[in-house]
């Protein structure tokens, strides 16, 4: 958990102010709530960004938004088909409400379209802004949420403000409301490129290489761009660039976990992207990242890249015929520990199907070591001997607050990889790392034998599968991003902050155009056990279908008959008024 004291005296006015701008222009002063049309209330909020355009963000609130404060579940989509809105969907994901899995509210952005909705931040406290981000657009979305379930566009930053880098990817948000955020691709235009701090680095253009760092403001301007690459050239093996660069970069930052306690960011590499997203791509072995990189934060707005570090290639990978599908490949995801006494991280390969661990990521040199590989997970429910990580496409990964879990979605082999999707499937699992973690720095849990790949690791602290959902009736891929339910409801109906994670969400889809990246466009909630097992929740349904998890292919939405979403971004938030500082 983290300590909003700072933020909380900060945000009392502005949290004020937007309440009673909201409740003006949507009619909601009188007791929480108006009684509810059939037509959804609309209203919108605008922002002039610096390139003159008016962007907007329009409300369109359903009877489901009626009633005392509720947690909400954001879902950040796009229409399957153009031309149409993006949006960001407010779901109630209050237990036991009479519109439990019902849309509250859709939150249409324009003028433009075609953002390709991406992530939300990984989580939502008290006080903070909703930053969304639209990778094809190259854009960031800022909304206040203190009305929730309405939103108020408060910022917005664009492509001319971020030169040195595109694909905004992930979202870190800080104590002080600011947010950290990964740009995967390279600059505009090719060539070299000036940072904020004076720096110089020679990119080969937009969703090339070197990616960037950049901090954004409560109102979405960019505080900072900061070079993710080195000065000095990387392995010209390891480190393709399509055209080659003067000085060859792994630098496509991708994921991303802050520790302010340590002064200290982690991003995790995944690829050149515009050479490697779609189906027809060469799958080139040297432009799959095996990179996780380490900043001192001591300075916010002028991070000092402090260590380089690689991830390596495990029992598996000796049998693999395809060195792209190797452990070490494409490393997506990095989640660090969470406790004042943990300075471990946990990094994710998609290409690869491992998770790596490191005890001290505040090291000179991080030494990371594989201590689960996603075949075992498979193998406790798929009896087919032949499916294995390589491939999978694993994607989310998070440490509960608690640093007792780690969780792991993954989507599940695409064809491109020689193998159908329903033979891997996709998956959520769930892995106890609390023996792991007991260790310290003196870890010995090392996956380097391949009945550990297939069976866990033999080491007493390595880590435990807890559970594990396959998710078999997915045909087009498996559950791509997640997020943790941090509250938890308490006397009079208020909420408050937790450090226990009882509830996953995911979403089932990826990317439009990429490998296995379609998804079937659900949106599934999962409780788990005091044992950390997560099962599915059957209670959380389709308000149209009634079967299990909120379906985005659909006819209608609150905001017009715009067909078929793709949900890619989640994340759990509460009213304001409902949530305990």
Not at 166 to 171: F, G, K
Not at 475 to 503: K, L
């Amino acid at each position: 958990m983290r300590l909003h004291r700072f933020r909380q005296l900060a945000s009392a006015r502005r949290a004020f102010l937007g309440l009673l701008a909201l409740a003006m222009t949507a009619g909601l002063l009188a007791g929480g709530g108006t009684a509810a049309a059939d037509a959804p209330r609309r209203w919108t909020s605008a922002f002039r960004g610096v390139d003159g355009v008016e962007y907007t963000a329009t409300n369109h609130l359903t009877k489901a938004a009626n009633g005392p404060g509720r947690k909400w579940l954001l879902v950040w989509a796009g229409p399957a088909g153009q031309p149409a809105p993006d949006f960001l969907a407010v779901v109630d994901a209050t237990p036991g409400s009479p519109t439990y899995g019902q849309v509250a509210n859709t939150v249409t952005t324009g003028p433009g379209t075609g953002n390709e909705p991406h992530h939300l931040q990984y989580m939502w406290h008290k006080g903070d802004r909703i930053y969304a981000g639209g990778i094809l657009s190259d854009t960031t979305y800022v909304f206040d949420a203190t009305a929730l379930p309405a939103l108020r566009l408060v910022g917005v930053n664009t492509p001319g403000q971020t030169p040195c880098g595109t694909l905004p990817d992930a979202y870190q948000v800080l104590s002080d409301g600011t947010a950290y955020a990964t740009y995967m691709g390279g600059p505009d235009v090719s060539g070299p490129c000036t940072y904020t701090n004076g720096e110089v680095r020679v990119g080969n253009g937009a969703a090339g290489s070197p990616g960037e760092i950049v901090r954004i403001g409560e109102d979405g301007r960019t505080l900072a761009e900061i070079p993710a690459a080195t000065e000095e050239s990387e392995d010209p093996a390891q480190c393709g660039n399509v055209p080659e660069l003067p000085a060859s970069s792994c630098a496509n930052p991708h994921g991303i976990a802050v520790r302010e306690d340590l002064d200290i960011m982690v991003a995790s590499d995944f690829a050149e992207a515009r050479n490697f997203m779609t189906p027809e791509s060469p799958l080139r072995e040297n432009l799959a990242r095996q990179t996780v990189r380490v900043f001192d934060i001591k300075d916010r707005n002028n991070p000092r890249l402090m260590s380089v570090s690689k991830v390596h290639d495990g029992p598996r990978g000796a049998l693999e015929k395809r060195p792209f599908f190797r452990e070490s490949r494409v490393v997506m995801e990095v989640a660090t520990t969470n406790r004042p006494g943990n300075r471990g991280a946990f990094v994710s390969s998609m290409a690869g199907g491992a998770v790596f661990y490191t005890p001290d990521i505040t090291a000179k040199n991080p030494k990371w070591r594989e201590v689960f590989d996603d075949t075992t997970a498979y193998r406790s429910f798929n009896r087919d001997q032949s499916v294995t990580g390589g491939g999978d496409n694993s994607s989310w990964l998070a440490v509960s607050p608690d640093d007792r879990y780690l969780f792991h979605t993954v989507m599940g082999q695409s064809v491109p990889y020689g193998a159908p999707l329903d033979g891997t499937t996709g998956m959520l699992y769930v892995l106890d790392i609390r023996k792991l973690l007991a260790e310290g720095k003196s870890t010995r849990c090392s996956v380097d034998q391949l009945n550990e790949a297939y069976a866990g690791g033999a080491e007493r602290d390595c880590p435990e599968l807890a559970g594990v959902v396959p998710i078999r009736d997915v045909t087009s891929g498996g559950p791509h991003w997640g997020t943790m339910d941090i509250f938890r409801r308490g006397g009079g109906g208020m909420y408050q902050e937790t450090d226990q994670v009882r509830r996953i969400a995911v979403a089932n889809y990826f990317v439009a155009g990429s490998f296995g990246g379609g998804g079937d466009h659900r949106v599934c909630m999962f409780d788990l056990n005091s044992k950390g097992r997560p099962v599915l929740d059957r209670r959380f349904r389709d308000e149209n279908t009634g079967k299990p998890c909120v379906g985005f292919d659909r006819t209608s939405w609150p905001h017009g008959e715009y067909g078929d979403a793709q949900p890619h971004g989640v994340m759990f938030a509460v009213s304001d008024r409902a949530l305990r500082p």
